[in-house]
């Protein structure tokens, strides 16, 4: 019986997953998302053409692989269509290789205005949410209210509807929220229209039926590590588990059906949205890795903040989540600096660690550098191991010793094809 490889992101988000799957799609014949919704925008490259996917799994554009959209997953249909559309524009068949799990929890409009009433609410305090109703959508399904996919197909679905939309209109009135719920329903339910042109199945025996077989199953996660409703920055995090333990319980795969456990990161930090971030460059250089990186949020167009490489946090991540491979994205990026800096410990409560501790807030925490020297030249043309500078090898193999974790994978720039293997 085979084992499903994981791939996740190591960092805040926004890693680079999305190309990486694209690229590691051909070794598989199932690509399966985990966790999360809407709120993720994996970008892929190609062809000349730039494509953004918010639900749907990253292997859709290969010919031969399935998708999967798992239980642990949250689905806006208007957004999911969307999608859908998108594809059918560049003539993809996506019907044929697309199935969503009944377990799949959905996201009402009323979800999207409970979320933007809660952030409005906090004020300063504000999470940085996309306002996606992702958050609102997994209280539902924690609190036992939720509407499921495998509900469309009942008579029920319509009565459930409307009961759980009442409920939320007692949440925002106790908001003083104003809205108007007729203009956002029709295209809801014109959307749960076309998400019945699709298979729901039972994902989770699709899924170990064909791990029995030996297929080959690479679950994908969205978000990244540091954001995990548990283990990430809290609460400045997401509201799902994005860590490798969330591929078990996003697609009812046992733990010991876990093969090899891919993290990706970027050789720089950012985050979106509010929160902590120890290495944070709130100057002139985080500016030009921001302009260099194109560090502006697939899903909400944000500026990402932006900072240098943080090893006890990447020691963190390896950590929590058993990686067995690194994969190093956006090396490109910090081409036009002559010196590097890299954290490698922490000055926390007077006291140098090498860990992340429980409070990263600047108040008890402050980065330790060290220099490196950067490789100061283009890398987007080069396409073979040996030709990458000698500093950029360096900084590999510093990240390599520090981690105790290989790197199998360095990206040079945003196409497939900009990724050279170290191996």
């Not at 190609?46 to 918010?54: A, M, P, Q, S, W």
């Not at 979320?115 to 959508?137: M, R």
């Not at 963190?316 to 800096?341: H, R």
Request: include cysteine.
């Amino acid at each position: 019986m085979n084992k499903t490889d994981v791939l996740l992101g190591l960092q805040w988000g926004d890693e680079g997953k999305g190309k990486i799957v694209d690229v590691l799609t051909p070794d598989y014949d199932i690509i399966a998302r985990f966790q999360g919704g809407p709120n993720a925008g994996h970008t892929l490259e190609f062809n000349g053409i730039k494509h953004v996917l918010h639900t749907i799994p990253s292997g859709i554009f290969h010919p031969t692989a399935i998708n999967v959209v798992g239980n642990g997953v949250v689905i806006d249909p208007v957004i999911f269509k969307k999608e859908l559309d998108a594809l059918t524009n560049l003539k993809v068949d996506y019907k044929s290789k697309l199935v969503i799990s009944k377990r799949a929890h959905l996201i009402l409009p009323t979800h999207r205005l409970l979320d933007a009433a809660s952030e409005a609410a906090k004020g300063k305090n504000k999470i940085g949410s996309t306002l996606k109703g992702i958050g609102p959508t997994y209280m539902d399904k924690t609190g036992r209210n939720g509407l499921r996919v495998g509900d469309i197909e009942t008579k029920e679905f319509k009565a459930k509807y409307d009961a759980l939309v009442e409920k939320h209109k007692q949440l925002l009135s106790y908001h003083n929220y104003e809205y108007n719920l007729q203009e956002l329903e029709p295209a809801w339910f014109e959307a749960i229209e076309t998400l019945k042109q699709l298979q729901f199945i039972d994902t989770e025996h699709y899924l170990n039926e064909a791990l029995s077989k030996n297929k080959r199953v690479l679950a994908e996660g969205a978000q990244g590590s540091l954001l995990d409703i548990d283990f990430g920055s809290y609460p400045f995090v997401t509201s799902s588990n994005t860590i490798c333990a969330g591929a078990c319980n996003g697609l009812g795969i046992a733990p010991n059906r876990i093969g090899n456990v891919i993290g990706i990161f970027k050789a720089y930090c950012t985050r979106v949205g509010s929160g902590p971030f120890p290495t944070e460059l709130d100057n002139e250089v985080g500016e030009s890795i921001r302009q260099a990186g194109r560090e502006f949020g697939s899903t909400t167009g944000r500026a990402r903040r932006t900072g240098w490489l943080d090893i006890p946090a990447l020691k963190y991540a390896i950590m929590i989540n058993g990686v067995t491979e690194l994969m190093m994205m956006k090396a490109d990026v910090l081409s036009d600096f002559k010196e590097l800096q890299i954290c490698t410990h922490y000055m926390h409560n007077g006291k140098t660690i090498d860990y992340l501790p429980y409070n990263i807030d600047p108040a008890y925490l402050q980065p330790i550098y060290t220099s490196i020297k950067g490789w100061n030249c283009d890398l987007t043309g080069i396409t073979e191991k040996s030709k990458l500078p000698v500093e950029l090898m360096d900084y590999i193999k510093f990240i390599e010793k520090e981690t105790a974790t290989p790197v199998s994978i360095v990206s040079v720039g945003p196409d497939r094809t900009q990724t050279i293997k170290m191996s």
